[in-house]
């Protein structure tokens, strides 16, 4: 029979056993260019026949105990006058379990982590002039460019178990015993559910969880102010630590990035049901891999994903952090703050009180990720990042006995940064040689003319 159980309800009241969210990140990768619509934790309902797919989402778990704070940062794609997401909750959140975040949160936490590219110039290796280092953490190059919910047709088999305004956001909690009578409920709404979300919504429903409806009046939203959407953030105990995945797929035209950040206490965060593998790191490579790193990094990502058969979760940052102070090497950003932290969730964090920042990268789809994402916080504290180093060599004026070992050295440095340039990428060494412009031995053809016609040419 269907009910409604008013616009309370029981404080953050346990659901039977699992944990977290919805779906994904990001490819938007903070890296460059136009960013991808993201995906949400959960699907896209559209009103009317305007449809909206998600290909990618960032998603920020604060985890203590079986404490979750969790931020939901979305985009979409299409221009309807409202619209929803429908999430997969464990408990019934109280209205002050839910918060309206900020969007910079998130994105601090992406810049900061971002794979990234470090630039080195070599010292003048002629010993009759003063040697100079250049500041190699001046020269850092990061290559990035920067209505209410029961208003309409009630049906049997749902139950509203609370509802709340908060700010532009309609939020309704909804429960069901069949996955016809919630469809039918937000059909009724007026909402168009995507191909495929029946089977998935059948499938959490027989695990008893509820549904996190969160409608947007883009009216509500003009008005005050904002042109894009705020992140959802709820915060609930639970003692499993998962990300439901197979609910964002509903509407997904293809294979969708997400990028996972965990604010933890103890250690980095890994995937119990999939492997967690690190991206190659610290690895020299060609000088021009500057002109475009955003998009040689997205090669090496979908090399490295293609190369994988069943679902694997790639981390690409882990760092223990404390706030106010230099927690990378070399850092793609300002320091975070305690106050940033504590915004997504980890209350624990002080100006002496570190947090583990875990990055989690997974490229998924039906067939590879069947199940949702477990996780567990693990007690490995092992700094790492994800970043690619270009040597530059000497290119001034000086000329002296040592400049022909040098550039030997310089010449032999190259052959290995075109090998690992292809071992990353599948380009051949030839294909990478004629991109270096460089000759058989590696050298640049300013570096093979004879030391008196530089004289005679200046």
Request: charged letters at 25%; one cysteine or more; aromatic letters at 10%.
């Amino acid at each position: 029979m269907q009910r409604t159980r008013g616009t309370k309800a029981a404080g953050g009241r346990r659901a039977r056993s699992w944990i977290a969210c919805g779906a994904v990140i990001a490819a938007g990768w903070a890296l460059a260019g136009p960013r991808p619509a993201a995906a949400f934790c959960g699907f896209y309902v559209a009103s009317g026949d305007a449809r909206i797919y998600n290909q990618s989402s960032k998603v920020v778990l604060a985890r203590d105990g079986d404490r979750t704070v969790l931020t939901m940062a979305s985009d979409y794609r299409g221009d309807p006058k409202e619209f929803a997401v429908v999430v997969p909750v464990p408990v019934v959140p109280e209205r002050g379990q839910i918060h309206i975040g900020d969007s910079t949160w998130v994105d601090r936490l992406d810049v900061y982590s971002v794979p990234r590219l470090v630039e080195y110039h070599d010292p003048n290796p002629c010993p009759a002039v003063q040697m100079k280092t250049v500041d190699v953490g001046g020269e850092l190059r990061i290559a990035m460019r920067k209505g209410s919910g029961d208003a309409i047709g009630l049906k049997a088999g749902v139950v509203v178990e609370a509802q709340y305004q908060v700010d532009e956001y309609e939020i309704v909690i909804l429960s069901a015993s069949e996955a016809r009578s919630l469809q039918e409920w937000l059909t009724a709404n007026g909402y168009r559910i995507p191909e495929g979300a029946t089977k998935v919504l059948k499938s959490y429903i027989k695990q008893h969880v509820f549904f996190f409806v969160a409608k947007v009046d883009v009216t509500e939203q003009e008005r005050l102010g904002f042109h894009y959407l705020r992140p959802i953030q709820v915060a609930y105990e639970s003692p499993r630590f998962m990300l439901p995945l197979r609910l964002g797929m509903a509407n997904a035209s293809g294979p969708q990035d997400m990028l996972v950040f965990t604010l933890t206490r103890r250690g980095r965060v890994e995937t119990t049901n999939y492997r967690t593998i690190a991206v190659p790191t610290d690895m020299d490579v060609p000088e021009f891999v500057r002109e475009d790193f955003p998009s040689f990094y997205r090669t090496v990502f979908s090399r490295r994903e293609g190369e994988e058969r069943d679902g694997v979760v790639f981390l690409e940052y882990a760092w223990v952090v404390t706030p106010n102070r230099v927690s990378c090497d070399p850092c793609s950003a300002p320091v975070l703050t305690a106050q940033e932290l504590r915004s997504l969730g980890a209350i624990w964090v002080g100006d002496f009180v570190p947090v583990v920042l875990t990055r989690l990268h997974v490229r998924y789809d039906r067939k590879r990720f069947p199940e949702d994402l477990q996780l567990q916080e693990t007690a490995n504290r092992k700094n790492r990042q994800v970043r690619y180093v270009i040597h530059h060599p000497y290119r001034g004026p000086d000329e002296c006995s040592e400049m022909t070992a040098y550039r030997k050295t310089v010449w032999e440095r190259r052959e290995a940064e075109a090998r690992n340039y292809g071992e990353l990428t599948g380009a051949s060494l030839e294909a990478t040689r004629s991109r270096m412009a460089v000759g058989e031995k590696w050298e640049k053809p300013e570096e093979a003319v004879p030391w008196w016609e530089q004289i005679w040419a200046r």
